[in-house]
């Protein structure tokens, strides 16, 4: 299976922050990426943001991730463990550098998460 190569695309941010387009099931083409995974119905955070037609938590006027409960449900808490993710730093980078500014440092750092301290 040919894996491709990470690319700048803000629409491969997902609704969490995490960038899709440095993560290793989407490079190898077995994930679609955040917006795309339609088998993604589990997730609350992406839920959310399709109600709201948010880009990512990024755009929450409502609350902030630390203080939100979709957000820091279990599943996403377990995630945040298994990855070694912080989450909230993401979307915070992402308020801060723009979806665009946030997609470029993630596909020259190819990663996929900033990591938790």
Known sequence: METKEVKVDKNLIGYCGLYCGACRSFLKGKCAGCHENVKATWCQVRRCNMEHNYASCADCQITTPSECKKFNNFI??????????????????????????????????????????
């Open 76 to 117: 996403s808490k377990l995630m945040g463990i298994l990855f070694n993710s912080d989450r909230a730093t993401c979307i915070q980078a992402i308020k801060e550098k723009g979806y665009e500014g946030y997609a470029i440092d993630m596909a020259a750092a190819k990663r996929m998460t900033l990591k938790r301290k």
